[in-house]
């Protein structure tokens, strides 16, 4: 949240600086208005704003990792522990402190924000009110001021009749063009940032622009002499409330006097305005970035879980170090991937690291590396369908621990295994949604949930099946991770009890396709 309000600031600090250093003086009123209107908005909406190039990858996994299946009851609620330090105390405290500060300052602010309306109410009610045109006159008994609220003009009595009629030719401007929706708008933003003095400036700026615009208008049905006069006459005092429009105001009558003095802006100089599109798209760029250099800042070398290996070839003592390494940081860091990229030419490939924001090679494939112990990481690489080893002296390996010569990624498999009552379903899709919800109901009626009580467990316990379905199509290399030994051998007996299938096809040929089945076991109270 402080990054986005920093943001934002930042960026209306510099749209700010751009209309007071090139377009404030220029006549353009109708073009500024639409300036400070637009980059208000900006600088709110692109923070959320993030580019991203389009991937062309297919999401298929090399290890099919099935969904959750979930066995035992399972209770609504569950006491988590969690561990409790003095940076979390104290990190708490400080966000807890600032949302409720933050929340207190909006509800003032809706709160002065509703006091002037309800002010602007009972001056309608309170005093008479008479319909010219479009505009409905409130004259305001015992008063010398003029202002406008939507199609509400309010005049003083004490205002001079010769004097009234330039006023409401010059308010009428402002009921026309709706001017009241614009510093409405800034009300709001005045509610939601009432911390931010800029949103303040905005609106001084706004309304400093319709005045431009009314008198630019007004001053056409009647001699800019006597416009003048109507202006320099007396300087009367006038409501104080930020979303009216004021006629007569001591700190603008002499902006609005040099203003009508001025020669109209040459039309070369709406260039000025292109000077938005660069400083839009800077400020995209940097939103966009601004993510992949916090994440750089927290890793500081991911090089060094980088190496490269021959294929077929085993790895020597100083790369087994580095691949443990690698391994490790995957498991532990969800947020990094890793590459691996192929040289076909030099029969070699490539390991390294990389954020999952990054944008992945054209070509690289999505793959999930599982291991003994139940863990799993995302790989992307560059597999094409002639990385699957054939029978010839040229043979290629898939360079990977947990790839075999015979096993095929379910991404370029052209037949899923599939069960004798999933056969008539016609896509892969289809075929592995079958078996998926199979092994599912397998797994509820077979696994023995006594086995929470006579270990006495309790809460949620997780296991981590693969398994592979091999050439005949029988299950085969089971292993598991769990938290009990019992609960391990629980499910490497039950998964070993699912019937023959139909194994995969690839090329025609029979392969291995391996699987992966988390399992949530909740042992009652």
Not at 144 to 150: C, P
Not at 163 to 169: G, Q, R
Not at 258 to 266: E, G, N, R, T, W
Request: charged share 20%; net charge neutral.
């Amino acid at each position: 949240m402080l990054h986005y309000i920093l943001q934002t600031v930042a960026f209306q600090l510099f749209f700010l600086l751009i209309y007071d250093l090139f377009l404030k003086k220029e006549t353009f009123f109708n073009w500024n208005r639409f300036y400070l209107l637009i980059t208000a908005i900006a600088s709110i909406t692109l923070p959320f704003i993030k580019l991203e190039s389009m991937k062309s990858i297919v999401p298929e996994n090399f290890v099919i990792r099935l969904p959750e299946v979930i066995i035992g009851e399972v209770n609504p609620i569950e006491n988590i522990p969690m561990e409790i330090t003095s940076d979390t105390i104290t990190q708490s405290s400080f966000t807890w402190n600032w949302d409720y500060l933050l929340f207190i300052g909006m509800v003032i602010a809706s709160i002065i924000l509703l006091y002037k309306i309800v002010k602007i109410s009972m001056l309608i009610q309170n005093n008479p009110t008479r319909w010219k045109g479009n505009l409905l006159i409130v004259s305001l008994l015992k008063s010398n001021v003029a202002f406008s609220f939507f199609h509400y003009v309010f005049l003083g009595e004490y205002i001079k009749d010769e004097e009234k009629d330039a006023i409401i030719e010059h308010e009428s401007v402002h009921v026309n063009h709706k001017h009241t929706l614009d510093l409405l708008f800034f009300e709001l933003l005045r509610i939601l940032f009432w911390f931010n003095p800029l949103v303040y400036l905005y609106q001084s700026r706004m309304t400093i622009l319709h005045e431009y615009i009314a008198d630019a208008k007004a001053m056409k049905q009647t001699s800019k002499k006597q416009y003048y006069q109507n202006l320099l006459s007396q300087v009367f005092d006038t409501q104080q409330i930020s979303f009216t429009n004021t006629f007569y105001k001591q700190s603008l009558i002499k902006k609005r006097i040099v203003m009508l003095s001025k020669s109209k802006s040459h039309k070369i100089h709406l260039l000025k305005y292109a000077l938005l599109l660069p400083a839009i798209v800077g400020m995209l760029i940097y939103t966009s970035c601004q993510e992949q250099l916090e994440i750089d800042n927290k890793v500081e070398n991911l090089e060094q879980y980088s190496y490269t290996l021959r294929m077929p070839g085993k790895m020597n003592a100083e790369q087994k170090k580095i691949h443990q390494n690698y391994e490790s940081f995957l498991r532990n860091n969800q947020d990094y991937v890793a590459w691996a990229e192929i040289n076909y030419e030099k029969d070699e490939v490539s390991y390294s690291v990389h954020h999952k924001s990054e944008n992945v090679p054209e070509g690289f494939m999505e793959l999930q590396v599982g291991s003994e112990d139940g863990n799993s990481y995302k790989m992307f690489m560059n597999l094409k369908s002639d990385a699957v080893p054939k029978e010839s002296s040229d043979t290629k390996f898939v360079p990977n621990d947990y790839v075999n010569a015979e096993e095929v990624p379910f991404s370029i498999i052209d037949e899923v295994p599939t069960l004798e009552e999933c056969k008539t379903l016609t896509s892969n899709e289809d075929k592995r949604q079958c078996l998926s919800d199979y092994i599912s109901g397998f797994v509820n009626r077979n696994f023995n949930t006594n086995l929470g009580n006579e270990l006495n467990l309790t809460g949620r316990q997780r296991i981590s099946v693969i398994f592979k379905i091999d050439k005949q199509g029988n299950i085969t290399d089971v292993k598991t991770r769990a938290p009990h030994p019992k609960l391990k051998e629980e499910a490497i007996r039950v998964i070993k009890l699912l019937p023959q299938m139909s194994p995969g096809i690839h090329n025609g040929k029979a392969v291995v396709v391996p699987y992966s089945l988390p399992i949530l076991f909740q042992v009652g109270e």
